[in-house]
């Protein structure tokens, strides 16, 4: 893994409200609707967006056409890797 998507994922692993959006993903099967986020952060429309578009960007999160909605996938594999590449770094 680059350097620079270590940098991207660990920005958008910076905020809580990412941080709920993941673990609430995780808990449902790695899967969540916005709706969903919506209600579990508390946070406009808007607001919801940006942190998704984060977690794109970092590569955390892809999306899935469901008819006129849309689902975010939790990217397990490049969790694994990052938390590999982390131990790496840390010599364990």
């Known amino acids: 893994m680059e350097l620079r998507q270590l940098e ?3 920005k958008a692993l910076g905020d809580v409200h990412r941080l709920k959006i993941l673990v609430d993903m995780s808990a449902c099967g790695g899967s969540i609707q916005c709706a ?3 209600n579990l952060t508390e946070l406009a429309q808007p607001s919801v967006s940006h942190h998704i578009k984060t977690l794109m960007e970092a590569g955390l999160i892809t999306t899935e056409k469901e008819g006129r909605n849309y689902s975010y996938l939790l990217n397990r594999s490049l969790l694994r890797a990052f938390i ?3 131990s790496e770094i840390s010599g364990k």
């Open 84 to 86: 590999e590449q982390l």
């Open 36 to 38: 969903r986020i919506m």
């Open 8 to 10: 991207k994922i660990s």
